[in-house]
């Protein structure tokens, strides 16, 4: 059979360009959605503009390869400093930014003759197999609809108008359907199932919502109850009577840099707490004081009366805006750019507004005596199961007879001999015997044990006690030139209440640090250096936190100027000029090139137009005289030799016609 | 154990992916992708806003599903295959579809399925593909392209769905459809789809039709020379049977030029004064020309494409043979020895090409068998063309224990590198190197 007589109606299932404006909508969308509405409303107008102009420009696979290269170069530029700016949090900024990074091949498919993008462009494993690629995976596809739908998911980043951004999602992709609609269908059976589909999917995402509250509200429950302490001012929930191996991680939340060796350990705490029912430390009601920034220095100072006597240079992860900040108990002034507001409670906690991510402030100290908060009644409160089991110790180390000096000392003495720290916690008990246990049976656990056993036991001994809970500098690097603080450094300890003076003391046997840091991976050292990179480009280095990095921004600039000298490099190719030059080609062949026609154009103009179907050489013996139309006459047919001969010498001809010309 | 759990995994991506590519239309795909990166995105409700995306083409998927549901229709379909089809050149063939039902239909889609079975974990683990050089180190250690060339392979062909526009009620149309063998042998036709894509464009639903066929593709011919070996014309025992159907042993059939061994008395004067060549007249009779042509299969780890080669121009040889006093035996050991005549009237070349058609390689080498055929063979045969794989050291002793008899013997060693050794043995002159990248040059220079 010969296949040029054989009408195949072959379904191609591929995508179709977008139909004029849906684009600059969706782009709109975004902008409006994330504030990017300049932006946007340029690019959806570059790329709705070759729907209206008739040039094109010629690019070549090549071409077509190195833009889909440097679309990705960009991306990865971005998101390299989103990253570094962002942090993890960053990822819905790259996503916000996404549309930026595809406008470029999306400029290239519309402004180019192929009107599609070619898979190899998008996949390097394509790109290299070349043609001998399957048909399957090597074909040429329009990106218009993909972008539209990128566009859609980026817009959604900018979580803003929750409602109306549900609507005008929908009537973009209802735009989108209805140039993809089934043509045998009529509109009718087209808008039944799209209704059904925008009523089904508005009350779909709002069970979403709805699903994720409580969803949290249980999971949030379940890890209060399993979970380690949370940084909570009004209430910490122990791990106490949580079974299994306790298992903090590596990640490094703190760094230190001090002008001098520290005296290590030292405790940095973040809050206090007074009150211990079942497993939970909690305080009454608290209210935090903001802190006034003192004009002439900008610190914030937190006892007025002193001077520092040293400080600290640190670097702090923060996941909120607001958080408890671990300060150490001689705190005095906290300063540095990325602060924004300082709060205190008499609880001891800082807590300060900023931005989330590695910020840096320096925290001066004082060695001079604080003025101190009383006690209150809480501190001396022993939870009623526990009362008979701290009577029993406290008799037994005759605690009521000795001064509270002596009290401490003893108490020191009894935890650091009688028991030791494990992370493991293997066996069950029933709720509110963990503790009685821990004194009288397995005598041994972990620091929030050792605290709060500490605690109860002292305030049975009259002395006021709260729980404490921070974290423990003590690990120096040599090669960072600062202290390091990771999660698994999270300490507790408590303070104690005696001549008028809070006094720390950690019961908890030292041998916790280095028995946590055992169970480190061996990936530590990489995810050190990957964090410390993080730290030094984030800005956040302490001591450089005036410089901006927005330096990152530069590197686009010789990309986008390699871009536009791309552009302006490649032949502009008019698609309407084309047609004509093509047209015109033809007939150049016949001689349209002819030098006569411009001494035509002129006779024409002087004398008298040419008659339709009027041959040259019966209109030049109509409009001149005889003797003058001979030397035209002769012209015309070395013309009409050059334009219709095909086997003349056209070369000489055209010679002929040009001496000919200047003689007449 | 990796490659087992891959092909296991593999199997199940594949399956789910080819009833994607059957099911969902160019948009319905795009809604698909999109479902799960918006899902993604959209986990936290409360970070952005993209689980109302989801939500959409969730709920979009869902109700094309559901109204796909509603496709009815009572039709029957017949497909009209020719009889054959060449490897990599395009065949059409037509469907007739008949809509049996009181209102006519329109935008239906044809797909006709070829059966493709999914390879064995013995042959994934085994499957050669060229393209793996040029492949990334991903793909190559996990296999999946080189699986899904296996896949094509075995299945033969590439079918392009077609439209169908409007079908009026109670009529039928026939629809034209191109296929692209990509290998030779049978395909195995299974089943015709009749699709029809949801209102809103997205899923089609289909109605599935049992029709098994089966179509015979050739292997690709070459332009390939006319014997002219200088072998003897032999005594074949009972060569007048073999040549039975021409006629009796002395009638005359035609002139043709003169060989050496050629009576005198046959020579035709009249035409050597007209032409100064020695032309005979031609009787049928018990010495006749015989060829032998040895096909080669053990592929051992060597590309599957120079098999191809190989077939294709034994192919070639065995259709370019016009002479029609000649014998020509196409021999190979596949699972047997198999040995083939064609020629004076025996065994046409269509029975030829079908065999041709379905030789596989092998894989453990068969040259000793072969040398035992052989050496009953090269009694009886006038001239021998020797289609290799290979010119190792079993192939060599083959070709020197050849040699020794003394028979015209042209040897084609087909190769995909340029860096085949071409070594010496005695009374072998005739030893030509057909490249795979330039066959068609390489077999002009033979002849």
């Given at each position: 059979?010969?296949?040029?007589?054989?009408?195949?109606?072959?379904?191609?299932?591929?995508?179709?360009?977008?139909?004029?404006?849906?684009?600059?909508?969706?782009?709109?969308?975004?902008?409006?959605?994330?504030?990017?509405?300049?932006?946007?409303?340029?690019?959806?107008?570059?790329?709705?503009?070759?729907?209206?102009?008739?040039?094109?420009?010629?690019?070549?696979?090549?071409?077509?390869?190195?833009?889909?290269?440097?679309?990705?170069?960009?991306?990865?530029?971005?998101?390299?400093?989103?990253?570094?700016?962002?942090?993890?949090?960053?990822?819905?900024?790259?996503?916000?930014?996404?549309?930026?990074?595809?406008?470029?091949?999306?400029?290239?498919?519309?402004?180019?003759?192929?009107?599609?993008?070619?898979?190899?462009?998008?996949?390097?494993?394509?790109?290299?197999?070349?043609?001998?690629?399957?048909?399957?995976?090597?074909?040429?596809?329009?990106?218009?609809?993909?972008?539209?739908?990128?566009?859609?998911?980026?817009?959604?980043?900018?979580?803003?108008?929750?409602?109306?951004?549900?609507?005008?999602?929908?009537?973009?992709?209802?735009?989108?359907?209805?140039?993809?609609?089934?043509?045998?269908?009529s509109?009718?059976?087209?808008?039944?199932?799209?209704?059904?589909?925008?009523?089904?999917?508005?009350?779909?995402?709002?069970?979403?919502?709805?699903?994720?509250?409580?969803a949290?509200?249980?999971?949030?429950?379940?890890?209060?109850?399993?979970?380690?302490?949370?940084?909570?001012?009004?209430?910490?929930?122990?791990?106490?009577?949580?079974?299994?191996?306790?298992?903090?991680?590596?990640?490094?939340?703190?760094?230190?840099?001090?002008?001098?060796?520290l005296?290590?350990?030292?405790?940095?705490?973040e809050?206090s707490?007074?009150?211990?029912?079942?497993?939970?430390?909690?305080?009454?009601?608290?209210?935090?004081?903001?802190?006034?920034?003192?004009?002439?220095?900008?610190?914030?100072?937190?006892?007025?009366?002193?001077?520092?006597?040293?400080?600290?240079?640190?670097?702090?992860?923060?996941?909120?805006?607001?958080s408890?900040?671990?300060?150490?108990?001689?705190?005095?002034?906290?300063?540095?750019?990325?602060?924004?507001q300082?709060?205190?409670?008499?609880?001891?906690?800082?807590?300060?507004?900023?931005?989330?991510?590695?910020?840096?402030?320096?925290?001066?100290?004082?060695?001079?005596?604080?003025?101190?908060?009383?006690?209150?009644?809480?501190?001396?409160?022993?939870?009623?199961?526990?009362?008979?089991?701290?009577?029993?110790?406290?008799?037994?180390?005759?605690?009521?007879?000795?001064?509270?000096?002596q009290?401490?000392?003893?108490?020191?003495?009894?935890?650091?001999?009688n028991?030791?720290?494990?992370?493991?916690?293997?066996?069950r008990?029933?709720?509110?015997?963990?503790l009685?246990?821990?004194?009288?049976?397995?005598?041994?656990?972990?620091?929030?044990?050792?605290?709060?056993?500490?605690?109860?036991l002292?305030?049975?001994?009259?002395?006021?006690t709260?729980?404490?809970?921070?974290?423990s500098?003590?690990?120096?690097?040599?090669?960072?030139?600062?202290?390091?603080v990771?999660?698994?450094?999270?300490?507790?300890?408590l303070?104690?209440?005696?001549?008028?003076?809070?006094?720390?003391?950690?019961?908890?046997?030292?041998?916790w640090?280095?028995?946590?840091?055992?169970?480190?991976?061996?990936?530590?050292?990489?995810?050190?250096?990957?964090?410390?990179?993080?730290?030094?480009?984030?800005?956040?280095?302490?001591?450089?936190?005036?410089?901006?990095?927005?330096?990152?921004?530069?590197?686009?600039?010789?990309?986008?100027?390699?871009?536009?000298?791309?552009?302006?490099?490649?032949?502009?190719?008019?698609?309407?000029?084309?047609?004509?030059?093509?047209?015109?080609?033809?007939?150049?062949?016949?001689?349209?090139?002819?030098?006569?026609?411009?001494?035509?154009?002129?006779?024409?103009?002087?004398?008298a137009?040419?008659?339709?179907?009027?041959?040259?050489?019966?209109?030049?013996?109509?409009?001149?005289?005889?003797?003058?139309?001979?030397?035209y006459?002769?012209?015309?047919?070395?013309?009409?030799?050059?334009?219709?001969?095909?086997?003349?010498?056209?070369?000489?001809?055209?010679?002929?016609?040009?001496?000919?010309?200047?003689?007449? | 154990?990796?490659?087992?759990?891959l092909?296991?995994?593999?199997?199940?991506?594949?399956?789910?992916?080819?009833?994607?590519?059957?099911?969902?239309t160019?948009?319905?795909?795009?809604i698909?992708?999109?479902?799960?990166?918006?899902?993604?995105f959209?986990?936290?409700?409360?970070?952005?806003?993209?689980?109302q995306?989801?939500?959409?083409?969730?709920?979009?998927?869902?109700t094309?599903?559901?109204?796909?549901?509603?496709?009815?229709?009572k039709?029957?379909i017949?497909?009209k295959l020719?009889?054959?089809?060449?490897?990599?050149?395009?065949?059409y063939?037509?469907?007739?579809?008949?809509?049996?039902?009181?209102?006519?239909?329109?935008?239906?889609?044809?797909?006709?399925?070829?059966?493709?079975?999914?390879?064995?974990?013995?042959?994934?683990?085994?499957?050669?593909?060229?393209?793996d050089?040029?492949?990334?180190?991903?793909?190559?250690?996990?296999g999946?392209?080189?699986?899904?060339?296996?896949?094509?392979?075995?299945?033969?062909?590439?079918?392009?769905p077609?439209?169908?526009?409007?079908?009026?009620?109670n009529?039928?149309?026939?629809?034209?459809?191109?296929?692209?063998?990509?290998?030779?042998?049978?395909?195995?036709?299974?089943?015709?789809?009749?699709?029809?894509?949801?209102?809103?464009?997205?899923?089609?639903?289909?109605?599935?039709?049992?029709?098994?066929?089966?179509?015979?593709?050739?292997p690709k011919?070459?332009?390939?020379?006319?014997?002219?070996?200088?072998?003897?014309?032999?005594?074949?025992?009972?060569?007048i049977?073999?040549?039975?159907?021409i006629?009796?042993?002395?009638?005359?059939?035609?002139?043709?030029?003169?060989?050496?061994?050629?009576?005198?008395?046959?020579?035709?004067?009249?035409?050597?004064?007209?032409?100064?060549?020695?032309?005979?007249?031609?009787?049928?009779?018990?010495?006749?020309?015989?060829?032998?042509?040895?096909?080669?299969?053990?592929?051992?780890?060597?590309?599957?494409?120079?098999?191809?080669?190989?077939?294709?121009?034994?192919?070639?040889?065995?259709?370019?043979?016009?002479?029609?006093?000649?014998?020509?035996?196409?021999?190979?050991?596949?699972?047997?020895?198999?040995?083939?005549?064609?020629?004076?009237?025996?065994?046409?070349?269509?029975?030829?090409?079908?065999?041709?058609?379905?030789?596989k390689?092998?894989?453990?080498s068969?040259?000793?068998?072969?040398?035992?055929?052989?050496?009953?063979?090269?009694?009886?045969?006038?001239?021998?063309?020797?289609?290799?794989?290979?010119?190792?050291?079993?192939?060599?002793?083959?070709?020197?224990?050849?040699?020794s008899?003394?028979?015209?013997?042209?040897?084609l060693?087909?190769?995909?590198?340029?860096?085949?050794?071409?070594?010496?043995?005695?009374?072998?002159?005739?030893?030509n190197?057909?490249?795979?990248?330039?066959?068609?040059?390489?077999?002009?220079?033979?002849?």
């Amino acid at each position: 059979m010969n296949n040029i007589n054989i009408n195949i109606k072959t379904v191609k299932n591929r995508l179709k360009a977008a139909p004029l404006g849906l684009t600059l909508a969706s782009l709109l969308l975004w902008g409006w959605q994330t504030d990017y509405l300049f932006y946007a409303i340029i690019m959806g107008v570059l790329l709705e503009l070759p729907y209206f102009i008739k040039w094109r420009i010629e690019f070549s696979e090549k071409d077509i390869n190195q833009l889909a290269d440097l679309s990705g170069i960009l991306f990865f530029i971005v998101t390299v400093y989103v990253f570094v700016n962002y942090s993890f949090q960053g990822i819905y900024k790259i996503l916000e930014l996404l549309p930026f990074a595809l406008v470029i091949l999306m400029l290239a498919q519309n402004y180019s003759m192929q009107n599609g993008i070619r898979t190899s462009a998008l996949f390097i494993s394509i790109r290299r197999m070349g043609n001998k690629a399957d048909s399957d995976i090597l074909y040429d596809t329009n990106i218009s609809l993909p972008y539209i739908f990128l566009c859609l998911i980026s817009a959604s980043s900018g979580n803003k108008y929750n409602e109306v951004f549900f609507f005008s999602s929908s009537f973009i992709i209802v735009w989108t359907l209805w140039g993809l609609r089934a043509k045998h269908h009529s509109i009718i059976s087209w808008l039944t199932p799209i209704a059904i589909v925008i009523s089904i999917s508005f009350l779909t995402q709002q069970g979403l919502q709805t699903l994720q509250n409580n969803a949290e509200i249980f999971f949030l429950d379940l890890f209060e109850q399993y979970g380690f302490s949370s940084r909570d001012p009004d209430r910490a929930r122990t791990t106490i009577g949580s079974l299994g191996r306790l298992k903090l991680s590596d990640r490094i939340v703190l760094r230190i840099k001090s002008d001098h060796e520290l005296d290590t350990p030292l405790y940095f705490r973040e809050t206090s707490y007074s009150r211990y029912h079942h497993g939970t430390w909690s305080n009454p009601q608290v209210e935090f004081d903001i802190i006034e920034k003192t004009p002439a220095k900008k610190e914030w100072r937190l006892n007025k009366q002193l001077n520092d006597t040293g400080n600290f240079d640190i670097a702090i992860y923060l996941q909120d805006q607001s958080s408890i900040l671990p300060v150490p108990d001689n705190i005095n002034t906290l300063s540095g750019k990325d602060l924004i507001q300082v709060e205190t409670s008499i609880y001891g906690s800082t807590r300060i507004e900023a931005r989330e991510g590695w910020i840096s402030y320096r925290l001066g100290y004082s060695d001079k005596d604080f003025v101190e908060v009383e006690p209150t009644a809480d501190d001396l409160v022993i939870q009623l199961n526990y009362q008979n089991d701290f009577k029993l110790v406290a008799e037994e180390l005759e605690l009521y007879t000795k001064s509270p000096e002596q009290i401490i000392n003893t108490v020191k003495q009894y935890f650091k001999d009688n028991f030791y720290y494990s992370i493991t916690q293997n066996q069950r008990y029933t709720r509110g015997q963990y503790l009685t246990k821990f004194l009288f049976k397995d005598k041994k656990g972990h620091c929030e044990y050792f605290a709060t056993a500490t605690a109860l036991l002292l305030r049975e001994a009259g002395i006021p006690t709260r729980y404490t809970i921070g974290y423990s500098v003590q690990e120096y690097s040599a090669w960072q030139k600062m202290y390091l603080v990771r999660a698994r450094h999270a300490h507790s300890w408590l303070k104690y209440y005696i001549n008028g003076k809070w006094h720390k003391m950690d019961t908890t046997p030292s041998i916790w640090a280095p028995m946590e840091a055992a169970d480190r991976t061996i990936m530590e050292p990489f995810f050190d250096l990957l964090s410390y990179l993080r730290y030094k480009i984030t800005g956040s280095e302490i001591e450089s936190n005036t410089e901006s990095n927005d330096w990152l921004i530069w590197l686009l600039i010789p990309l986008m100027a390699y871009l536009v000298w791309r552009f302006y490099n490649k032949q502009r190719v008019d698609t309407k000029k084309t047609r004509n030059d093509n047209f015109d080609t033809k007939l150049k062949r016949f001689g349209m090139d002819s030098p006569i026609y411009p001494l035509l154009q002129n006779l024409e103009q002087e004398a008298a137009t040419r008659l339709q179907g009027e041959t040259l050489s019966k209109w030049i013996k109509r409009i001149l005289p005889i003797t003058e139309a001979e030397k035209y006459l002769q012209l015309i047919k070395l013309h009409n030799r050059y334009r219709f001969n095909p086997v003349s010498n056209k070369r000489h001809d055209k010679q002929s016609i040009k001496e000919l010309l200047d003689r007449v | 154990m990796l490659r087992r759990l891959l092909f296991a995994n593999f199997k199940l991506v594949y399956k789910l992916s080819q009833w994607m590519r059957q099911r969902f239309t160019a948009a319905g795909m795009l809604i698909l992708l999109t479902m799960p990166v918006a899902g993604v995105f959209g986990f936290d409700t409360r970070s952005t806003l993209s689980f109302q995306i989801f939500s959409i083409t969730l709920i979009l998927l869902i109700t094309s599903i559901s109204f796909s549901l509603l496709f009815r229709g009572k039709f029957s379909i017949d497909r009209k295959l020719p009889d054959y089809g060449t490897v990599g050149t395009a065949l059409y063939y037509s469907c007739a579809i008949k809509n049996n039902n009181k209102k006519p239909r329109k935008g239906l889609v044809l797909i006709d399925d070829l059966n493709s079975p999914f390879p064995t974990l013995d042959e994934f683990i085994h499957a050669k593909d060229p393209l793996d050089k040029i492949r990334n180190r991903v793909d190559r250690i996990m296999g999946y392209p080189r699986l899904m060339n296996t896949i094509r392979k075995l299945r033969g062909a590439a079918i392009a769905p077609v439209s169908i526009d409007y079908i009026a009620e109670n009529s039928e149309t026939e629809e034209n459809i191109k296929l692209i063998p990509l290998r030779r042998g049978y395909l195995y036709f299974e089943k015709i789809r009749l699709a029809q894509a949801d209102p809103l464009g997205l899923f089609q639903a289909q109605k599935i039709f049992k029709k098994k066929d089966k179509l015979l593709i050739l292997p690709k011919l070459y332009k390939t020379p006319t014997l002219n070996t200088h072998g003897k014309r032999t005594y074949q025992q009972g060569g007048i049977n073999n040549a039975s159907s021409i006629g009796d042993s002395q009638e005359f059939i035609s002139l043709r030029d003169y060989r050496p061994g050629d009576p005198i008395r046959s020579i035709h004067w009249k035409s050597f004064a007209k032409t100064n060549h020695l032309v005979v007249k031609e009787y049928n009779d018990e010495f006749f020309i015989r060829y032998g042509l040895i096909l080669d299969t053990w592929l051992d780890d060597k590309s599957e494409d120079i098999f191809e080669d190989a077939i294709s121009i034994a192919a070639s040889f065995m259709t370019a043979q016009k002479e029609q006093d000649a014998l020509l035996d196409l021999m190979f050991i596949g699972n047997n020895t198999y040995r083939f005549t064609s020629g004076r009237g025996l065994g046409g070349t269509e029975n030829i090409m079908e065999v041709l058609a379905c030789i596989k390689p092998v894989y453990e080498s068969n040259i000793k068998s072969m040398e035992v055929m052989l050496n009953e063979y090269m009694h009886e045969c006038s001239a021998l063309i020797c289609i290799l794989l290979d010119l190792d050291k079993p192939r060599q002793r083959l070709l020197r224990t050849l040699a020794s008899y003394n028979v015209p013997i042209k040897v084609l060693i087909i190769s995909d590198t340029e860096k085949l050794e071409i070594v010496y043995i005695p009374h072998l002159t005739d030893i030509n190197v057909i490249h795979h990248d330039r066959l068609q040059q390489d077999l002009d220079v033979l002849s």
